[in-house]
């Protein structure tokens, strides 16, 4: 059985910093496009990371581009979602999700094309 789970969401202050750990169980997230999607109320789900170690491809939305880096251990099982310079605009539900396909993540931009997804962990960046 896959199974997600994120961690390390919280408040902080503008120009703040959190990192968020996705443990995954059941397989070898390595294998597949791990992406972290946030959503926000009122607002579509948006990837804003993805990483592929098949082709070494990384991703970042440019919402998010030279404040957030992606990374993984693969001893652990583990993806993070290290998050600099935190804005107000970055309060979200924050996700993580796996490809159950061995496709690099360019080609795995909607929701719907992630099979497995943890619960969530929520971020607010206060003003």
């Known amino acids: 059985q896959v199974q997600l789970v994120e961690s390390g969401g919280g408040s902080v202050q503008a120009g703040g910093s959190l990192r968020l750990s996705c443990a995954a169980s059941g397989y070898t997230y390595s294998t597949y496009c791990m992406a972290w999607f946030r959503q926000a109320p009122g607002k579509e789900r948006e990837r804003v990371a993805a990483?592929?170690?098949?082709?070494?491809?990384?991703y970042y939305a440019d919402s998010v581009k030279g404040r957030f880096t992606i990374s993984h251990d693969n001893a652990k099982n583990t993806v993070y979602l290290q998050m600099n310079s935190l804005k107000p605009e970055d309060t979200a539900m924050y996700y993580c999700a796996s490809s159950d396909r061995k496709l690099s993540c360019w080609q795995l931009t909607r929701p719907m094309e992630y099979k497995y997804w943890g619960q969530g962990t929520q971020v607010t960046v206060s003003s």
């Open positions: 990483i592929y170690s098949g082709d070494g491809i990384i």
